[in-house]
């Protein structure tokens, strides 16, 4: 297929089992280096109960609730650009006493079919070899788990149409790829080091990911 993938966006979710998510502040995450001192942000925080929503007029955003604490980047598919994993593994340091379940590294990207909306749900339902079909769904959408060794690669491909910076609607293909490690107490190993091996091993998640959806948009 003569397109480019596009990377858009890198995205660290650590799952836990209880925290006071109202302490996450623009100036909580400035004074302990989890954010870098000197982000503007985007909008006022989104500060509650329930939890907190921050942004950056640089893209990067911190959501946290009671249950979850997520960092989202742009990310272009350039390792040396990417602050996320490090960000996270600092908020760990920072709260070494929460109970960690789960880390997810998530990437999501685009596959431009500009102009061609209809086409690139035709090109879904041909993953799915929908010519079998009588009735043609109105929408497309592609559920996909893989299991390695050391976690779970949940991907998602879906047809959208993105709005580009100068407000452009495109047509095309996200691709959602959700790397999941889970801590299970019967591994004998403390969750606090499983969750620094999984943030260190973000890149080879993220060669995962792009291995798999590089042979599908190759073979349709």
């Known amino acids: ?21 109202r302490a996450i502040t623009p100036d909580f995450l400035a004074q302990s280096g989890i954010s870098r001192k000197g982000w503007e942000l985007a ?3 989104l500060l509650s109960d329930r939890g907190a929503l921050i942004r950056y007029k640089n893209g990067f955003a911190i959501a946290s609730s009671p249950k979850q604490f997520q960092i989202v980047q742009p990310f272009d598919g350039t390792p040396v650009n990417v602050l996320a994993p490090k960000m996270a ?3 760990c340091e920072i709260l070494s006493g929460v109970d960690y379940r789960a880390v997810g590294v998530n990437f999501r990207s685009f596959l431009s079919f500009s102009g061609q909306e209809e086409a690139a749900r035709q090109y879904i339902l041909g993953l799915l070899n929908s010519n079998r079909l009588s009735t043609k769904p109105y929408q497309a959408s592609l559920n996909l788990s893989y299991a390695f060794e050391r976690n779970t690669l949940n991907l998602t491909i879906q047809d959208a149409v993105v709005t580009e910076p100068d407000g452009t609607a495109v047509p095309g293909i996200v691709f959602t790829g959700n790397c999941e490690t889970r801590f299970q107490p019967e591994s004998g190993q403390p969750p606090i080091d499983l969750l620094h091996q999984a943030l260190n091993a973000w890149e080879t998640d993220f060669a995962k ?3 798999l959806v590089t042979e599908i948009i190759r073979n349709p």
């Not at 480019?4 to 006071?20: H, N, P, R, Y």
């Open 209 to 211: 990911y792009t291995t």
């Open 89 to 91: 593994l600092r908020y």
């Open 43 to 45: 909008t006022k925080p």
């Open 1 to 21: 297929m003569d397109r480019d993938l596009v990377f858009k966006e890198l995205a660290i979710v650590l799952a836990v089992e209880s925290q006071e998510s």
